[in-house]
C-alpha cells in the first residue's frame, strides 16, 4: 500500500502563516487586501494560481513579484506558524503499523516542505517527499502525482491520494490513483465530492481504517 499525502490543510493547518505572507505580499505591491476569512479559501493552490486571481486581469505582470514577496516572508517566520492538525501523528504512525509505504506529495517548493516535515518531527514517517521547484515545475497535482510514481516505482493501483482540495482529488484521478478526501482541512465537502473523491475522511484517526476497508475490498 502506497499512500501519498498533501501537506497544506492535510498534515498541518498552515492558515496563520499563509494568510500573513499574502497580506505581505499584497501590501507590497499596494494592493487592497481582503478579510483573513476571505483569504482562507487560497490555502492550497499554487502560489502563482493564488496571486492570478487575487491580482487580477490588470496585474498578471506583477505575479512573479508577488511570489517573491511572499516567499520572502514565508522563508524567514511564516514557514512555522502552522501546526499539526490533532490525530496526524496518530494517523501516521497506524499507516506504518499496517506497512504502508508514505510520501509526501505538496504543491509547495519541495525545500520548504522538507522544513516543515523536519521542524514538526514528522520527516521519519515519509520515505521520500516530493513538491514542487521553486520556478512552479511540479506545483500542478496531477504532473506531481505522475512524478512521484515514475521516480517510485508504484502502479496506480496500489496507490492512494490524501488530500483537502480539488486539485489532490482531480490529480489523484487523472493518474488513476484512489481519491481520498480530507474533511478537516480547507475544501469543503461539495468541493470533494464534485472533484470526484471515491471516499471522504472525517478525521484523521479514522484514515487507517478506510485504508484497511479498500484494501480487503480490493482483493
Known amino acids: 500500500m502506497n499512500v501519498l499525502l498533501d501537506l497544506d490543510g492535510t498534515l498541518t493547518d498552515p492558515r496563520e502563516g499563509i494568510v500573513a505572507c499574502i497580506k505581505h505580499a499584497l501590501r507590497g505591491l499596494d494592493y487592497a487586501i481582503p478579510l483573513d476569512s476571505e483569504l482562507v479559501r487560497y490555502i ?4 502563482q494560481e493564488i496571486f492570478a486571481s487575487l491580482l487580477g486581469p490588470d496585474g498578471q505582470s506583477q505575479i512573479d513579484t508577488a511570489v517573491t514577496l511572499f516567499r520572502e516572508r514565508f522563508s524567514a517566520k511564516g514557514i512555522f506558524e502552522n501546526s499539526v492538525y490533532p490525530g496526524v501523528r496518530t494517523a501516521l504512525t497506524q499507516l506504518q503499523s499496517l506497512g504502508a509505504s508514505l ?14 516535515l523536519h521542524h514538526f518531527d514528522l520527516r521519519g514517517f515519509f520515505r521520500a517527499v ?3 521547484e521553486l520556478d512552479g515545475t511540479r506545483s500542478d497535482k496531477r ?13 496506480p493501483s496500489s496507490a492512494y491520494m490524501v488530500g ?3 486539485y489532490d482529488i482531480v490529480g489523484a484521478r487523472v493518474n488513476a490513483v484512489f ?7 480547507y475544501g469543503p465537502r461539495e468541493e470533494l465530492i464534485s472533484a470526484g473523491a471515491s471516499v471522504l ?3 484523521p484517526h479514522t484514515l487507517a481504517g478506510i485504508l484497511l476497508s479498500n484494501e480487503r475490498c480490493s482483493r
Request: with cysteine.
Open 44 to 47: 492550497g493552490p499554487p502560489l
Open 179 to 185: 481519491p481520498i478526501g480530507a474533511l478537516w482541512g
Open 130 to 132: 516530493y513538491g514542487s
Open 164 to 166: 483537502d482540495r480539488a
Open 201 to 203: 475522511c472525517e478525521q
Open 143 to 155: 504532473d506531481l502525482i505522475a512524478y512521484v510514481l515514475e521516480r517510485e516505482s508504484i502502479s
Open 103 to 116: 510520501y509526501l506529495a505538496s504543491s509547495k517548493p519541495q525545500v520548504f516542505a522538507e522544513r516543515i
